[in-house]
Nanobody
Framework: QVQLVGSGGGLVQAGDSHRLSCAPA????????MAWFRQAPGKDREFVAA????????LYAKSVEGRFTMSRNFAENTVYLDMNNLKPEDTAIYFC??????????????????????WGPGTQVTVSS
């Protein structure tokens, strides 16, 4: 089991930008696919974005497409989620996830929490109106 360390949560205002980061603890383990999910109070955990470490391809949920961008720092083995034009409905606990199998990218499972075997503890993002 690889421990993921996510950071960057906080309280922001609607329209603001904010960045989350995630890296494997120790930063010595490279995963095939890294992703962000989020869970709002009373709701299921939902897919936000995924990053294919091998080819740098990305995938976004429709609710964040055009506002959120996932990127990587190859040397630091870190992925980032840049969130722009934040809305109150983006308020949630954001979870970093990682999968070791490259083949996940070619399956619907890449947007499902069951596709990922490694998780971070979550970081709260609150967007005030």
């Amino acid at each position: 089991q690889v421990q993921l360390v996510g950071s960057g949560g906080g309280l922001v205002q609607a329209g603001d930008s904010h960045r989350l980061s995630c890296a494997p603890a120790g930063k010595t383990f490279t995963m095939a696919i890294m992703a962000w999910f989020r869970q709002a109070p009373g709701k299921d955990r939902e897919f936000v974005a995924a990053f294919n470490w091998g080819n740098a391809h990305t995938l976004y949920a429709k609710s964040v497409e055009g506002r959120f961008t996932m990127s990587r720092n190859f040397a630091e083995n870190t992925v980032y989620l840049d969130m722009n034009n934040l809305k109150p409905e983006d308020t949630a606990i954001y979870f970093c996830a990682a999968a070791g199998a490259q083949g996940l990218w070619d399956s619907p499972g890449k947007t499902s929490r069951t596709g990922y075997e490694h998780w971070g503890p979550g970081t709260q993002v609150t967007v005030s109106s």
